[in-house]
């Protein structure tokens, strides 16, 4: 009678194991058929310096690596953000040197689309090295909440010293440079602003000038499309800010930047 009840006792644990077993054997089946988040958009960068003309360039490219379409947010007009470093000094932050719209952007991104950004900037840079930080902004629905980064190194070389084989020939050539920036506007005057001058490169625009008002808002448009709009601050009478436009306007298309003080009138001047 023992060995009855002994051989029971064993059958019986037995069962419970075999039925524990198939039970934790479940959740990972149901693991193997959960969907897997996408992945974020790669991130691949590169930079140049034009120690001549004194312009940074910098192409960035994005691309979806996923199989399937994506749903990508940007919260501003800013795709992305540099940072120009040499050593632990910041040279230029482009996110906060630069104005952009705060217009939330939605796009769907199809399996392997590549988009690209070229940008041009005004900057002075003494020889030396530089390191330039990127990171990408933009947001993929559904995937993890991480930064897409990436580092370029730049190298400015020392401008050579120009030979003195030709001694009356550099004094000339000075007094011509300057016709180099055919973007420049004669400084423009209207309302409350004074000596307002504009330099257009390309979908950049850089403006300072003069003014009574502590704060204004300005806007760029062609007279019917808008392509930039924000506010600024004046700091002593004086203001400088930059502008960067989602695309570049078409060529001879006039161009007009409006400051308005708040409370106050509009004032209008050509960019181009």
Same mark, same amino acid.
């Given at each position: 009678?023992?060995?009855?009840?002994?051989?029971?006792?064993?059958?019986?644990?037995?069962?419970?194991?075999?039925?524990?077993?198939?039970?934790?054997?479940?959740?990972?089946?149901?693991?193997?058929?959960?969907?897997?988040?996408?992945?974020?958009?790669?991130?691949?960068?590169?930079?140049?310096?034009?120690?001549?003309?004194?312009?940074?360039?910098?192409?960035?490219?994005?691309?979806?690596?996923?199989?399937?379409?994506?749903? $990508?947010?940007?919260? /501003?007009? &800013?795709?992305? @953000?540099?940072?120009?470093?040499?050593? =632990?000094?910041? #040279?230029?932050?482009? %996110?906060?040197?630069?104005?952009?719209?705060?217009?939330?952007?939605?796009?769907?991104?199809?399996?392997?689309?590549?988009?690209?950004?070229?940008?041009?900037?005004?900057?002075?840079?003494?020889?030396?090295?530089?390191?330039?930080?990127?990171?990408?902004?933009?947001?993929?629905?559904?995937?993890?909440?991480?930064?897409?980064?990436?580092?370029?190194?730049?190298?400015?070389?020392?401008?050579?010293?120009?030979?003195?084989?030709?001694?009356?020939?550099?004094?000339?050539?000075?007094?011509?440079?300057? $016709?180099?920036?055919? /973007?420049? &506007?004669?400084? @423009?005057?209207?309302?409350?602003?004074? =000596?307002?001058? #504009?330099?257009?490169? %390309?979908?950049?625009?850089?403006?300072?000038?003069?003014?009574?008002?502590?704060?204004?808002?300005?806007?760029?448009?062609?007279?019917?499309?808008?392509?930039?709009?924000?506010?600024?601050?004046?700091?002593?009478?004086?203001?400088?800010?930059?502008?960067?436009?989602?695309?570049?306007?078409?060529?001879?298309?006039?161009?007009?930047?409006?400051?308005?003080?708040?409370?106050?009138?509009?004032?209008?001047?050509?960019?181009?």
């Amino acid at each position: 009678m023992k060995k009855t009840w002994l051989l029971a006792i064993v059958t019986a644990m037995m069962l419970v194991v075999a039925a524990c077993s198939k039970e934790e054997a479940n959740p990972s089946d149901v693991d193997g058929n959960a969907s897997t988040p996408p992945a974020l958009l790669t991130l691949e960068t590169d930079v140049s310096y034009d120690a001549e003309s004194k312009q940074l360039s910098a192409t960035v490219s994005m691309t979806n690596p996923n199989e399937e379409p994506v749903n $990508v947010t940007f919260n /501003s007009s &800013q795709r992305f @953000q540099m940072t120009v470093m040499n050593g =632990d000094t910041t #040279i230029f932050d482009y %996110g906060s040197e630069y104005m952009f719209t705060e217009s939330i952007i939605e796009e769907t991104w199809a399996p392997g689309e590549k988009k690209v950004f070229d940008e041009v900037f005004p900057l002075t840079l003494e020889a030396g090295e530089y390191t330039v930080d990127f990171v990408g902004l933009a947001q993929v629905e559904g995937a993890p909440e991480m930064a897409v980064t990436d580092q370029q190194s730049l190298t400015v070389e020392a401008s050579e010293v120009p030979t003195e084989e030709t001694p009356e020939e550099p004094a000339e050539e000075t007094t011509e440079e300057p $016709v180099e920036e055919p /973007s420049d &506007q004669p400084a @423009q005057t209207d309302g409350s602003f004074r =000596d307002v001058a #504009i330099k257009l490169n %390309g979908n950049a625009i850089d403006v300072s000038g003069y003014t009574d008002v502590e704060e204004f808002e300005w806007s760029v448009s062609d007279g019917h499309n808008l392509y930039a709009q924000g506010a600024a601050e004046v700091t002593s009478g004086s203001f400088t800010f930059g502008v960067l436009m989602d695309e570049e306007p078409p060529a001879g298309k006039a161009l007009f930047l409006e400051m308005t003080p708040i409370g106050g009138d509009v004032a209008s001047f050509r960019i181009q």
